[in-house]
């Protein structure tokens, strides 16, 4: 071989095999972004929740600076070398894609073509169109743990300007939800030595966060803290998280009342406020609304549904050892309890469905229910209904007719109810977006 050609091939080789490296993983990364946008689509999972990128395809250059940044697992994909939105309800709204692109080809919206999201109006006080009631967190269309927290401390400030001066009847101020929003608004409140009480109709603190997957990895950034000071984290996990609430909880604390649902509010500024609980009723000069964007669990509103045995999501799986639990769903939320009580030992666990199949679930938590039903972990129910909850049982209508089958504990996972209706009952005005900011 001539000289000149060994020296050429010395060179040509490794290029051609870098070549063929970049092509091979480009090729890998272009099916797995159709198979997850695939089976977000067979899932019917193409609706983000909230905030999300929206690539404009004639800018994007294909090189991938979106999805490396983004701290969620496949939310952006690469389909023919364009960035894509492949796993859209696991978006929550970071912005790092946009952040990390080059070209700007990355907008941040809310809504799409054809799903409205519903932003209430808000002024720069944080108030909404009833004045005296303000809205802080996620369910202004601002997400993200560190924009609740200064959020809620923020809107403490503006709604305790010009409050008059009363001892306790009626109260400064009413928090709804205790959340990182509410949590931070509590605080803010204490601070300022406001007459206040939070509401939550969950049994415990931390809003969206205590319902994460377990270990979540949690990117954050820090704040600061009325009371407590910095809030350091940047990367920890769903457990540190809700650790650290507990811990300034316990450390300062704050008028919580939990497992009380607020389900509406009456009245003006001028003639203060009522807000009507499930367990009673408040009176303020001014309300604070730190209820997110999850809603309030829907019911199905059979006869034995508000008997203690009854929740509405999983909050630790030991807490069921060694009972005979039913989960009530088809969505991830439910398969994913389902999974975790039917992996624990010594627990009996069944799952009840209306459908025929999980076609509204993640492929693997529908895979790996198949398994454990396969393995006797798991009783599946499907096309069945529940009719009632009794003490020690629980009635179901199935294809073989009525079956009255012995139960010590239920979780209906049945989604959420969005707070749009609760925000239009109250008077406030509510935008609908479809695909803008
Ligand atoms: C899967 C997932 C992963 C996420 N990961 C991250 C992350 O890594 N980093 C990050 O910064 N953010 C993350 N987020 C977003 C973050 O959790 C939210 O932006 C944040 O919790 C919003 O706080 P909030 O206080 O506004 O509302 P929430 O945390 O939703 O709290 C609202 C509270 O209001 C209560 N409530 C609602 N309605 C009523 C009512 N009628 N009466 C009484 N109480 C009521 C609820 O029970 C709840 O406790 C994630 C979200 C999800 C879903
Ligand atoms: S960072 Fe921008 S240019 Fe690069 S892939 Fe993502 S959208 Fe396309």
């Known amino acids: 071989m001539p000289p000149n050609i060994s020296?050429?091939?010395?060179?040509?080789?490794?290029?051609?095999?870098?070549?063929?490296?970049?092509?091979?993983?480009?090729?890998?990364?272009?099916?797995?972004?159709?198979?997850?946008?695939?089976?977000?689509?067979?899932?019917?999972?193409?609706?983000?929740?909230?905030?999300?990128?929206?690539?404009?395809?004639?800018?994007?250059?294909?090189?991938?600076?979106?999805?490396?940044?983004?701290?969620?697992?496949?939310?952006?994909?690469?389909?023919?070398?364009?960035?894509?939105?492949?796993?859209?309800?696991?978006?929550?709204g970071h912005g790092a894609c946009r952040e990390a692109c080059p070209v700007n080809a990355i907008d941040l919206v809310f809504g799409t073509a054809t799903?409205?999201?519903?932003?209430?109006?808000?002024?720069?006080?944080?108030?909404?169109?009833?004045?005296?009631?303000?809205?802080?967190?996620?369910?202004?269309?601002?997400?993200?743990?560190?924009?609740?927290?200064?959020?809620?401390?923020?809107?403490?400030?503006?709604?305790?300007?010009?409050?008059?001066?009363?001892?306790?009847?009626?109260?400064?101020?009413?928090?709804?939800?205790?959340?990182?929003?509410?949590?931070?608004?509590?605080?803010?409140?204490?601070?300022?030595?406001?007459?206040?009480?939070?509401?939550?109709?969950?049994?415990g603190l931390g809003g969206t966060i205590a319902h994460f997957p377990r270990g979540k990895l949690v990117m954050t950034r820090p704040a600061t803290l009325p009371l407590v000071g910095k809030f350091q984290f940047v990367e920890t996990s769903k457990e540190?998280?809700?650790?650290?609430?507990?811990?300034?909880?316990?450390?300062?604390?704050?008028?919580?009342?939990f497992s009380e649902g607020v389900t509406a509010i009456d009245g003006d500024i001028t003639n203060d406020f009522t807000t009507t609980t499930t367990l009673g009723q408040f009176r303020s000069q001014r309300v604070l609304l730190c209820i997110g964007r999850r809603g309030t669990p829907r019911k199905l509103n059979i006869p034995g549904e508000d008997l203690n045995k009854v929740a509405y999501r999983l909050q630790d799986a030991t807490q069921y050892a060694g009972m005979n639990v039913m989960i009530m769903g088809g969505g991830d939320s439910a398969l994913e309890a389902a999974i975790s009580l039917a992996e624990q030992e010594n627990t009996q666990v069944s799952l009840c469905y209306r459908g025929k199949?999980?076609?509204?679930?993640?492929?693997?938590?529908?895979?790996?229910?198949?398994?454990?039903?396969?393995?006797?972990?798991?009783?599946?129910?499907?096309?069945?209904?529940p009719t009632a909850i009794e003490r020690e049982t629980v009635t179901l209508t199935t294809p073989d007719g009525t079956k009255v089958l012995p139960n010590q504990a239920v979780i209906i996972c049945?989604?959420?109810?969005?707070?749009?209706?609760?925000?239009q009952n109250i008077g406030i005005q509510v935008d609908t977006k479809y695909g803008s900011r």
């Open 357 to 385: 199949a999980f076609n509204r679930a993640k492929f693997k938590n529908r895979e790996r229910i198949q398994i454990l039903s396969q393995e006797d972990k798991l009783t599946l129910h499907m096309e069945s209904e």
């Open 7 to 92: 020296a050429m091939l010395i060179y040509l080789l490794p290029l051609m095999a870098i070549m063929g490296l970049y092509i091979f993983s480009q090729q890998r990364r272009h099916k797995r972004s159709l198979e997850l946008l695939r089976e977000a689509t067979e899932t019917g999972l193409l609706e983000p929740a909230s905030l999300h990128p929206l690539i404009n395809e004639s800018l994007c250059i294909g090189c991938k600076s979106c999805i490396n940044a983004c701290p969620e697992h496949d939310v952006l994909g690469l389909i023919n070398n364009i960035a894509t939105l492949v796993g859209p309800s696991n978006c929550i």
């Open 115 to 203: 799903r409205g999201v519903d932003i209430p109006l808000l002024q720069a006080d944080f108030q909404t169109s009833v004045p005296g009631i303000y809205i802080a967190g996620e369910l202004g269309g601002m997400g993200l743990v560190r924009n609740a927290i200064t959020q809620g401390v923020q809107a403490v400030d503006c709604a305790a300007k010009n409050l008059r001066k009363c001892p306790n009847d009626p109260l400064d101020l009413v928090i709804v939800g205790a959340g990182p929003a509410g949590l931070a608004a509590s605080l803010a409140a204490k601070e300022l030595g406001l007459s206040y009480v939070t509401l939550d109709h969950e049994s």
């Open 414 to 423: 049945a989604g959420g109810v969005l707070p749009t209706a609760f925000l």
């Open 240 to 257: 540190h998280l809700l650790a650290f609430w507990q811990d300034v909880v316990d450390k300062h604390p704050l008028n919580l009342r």
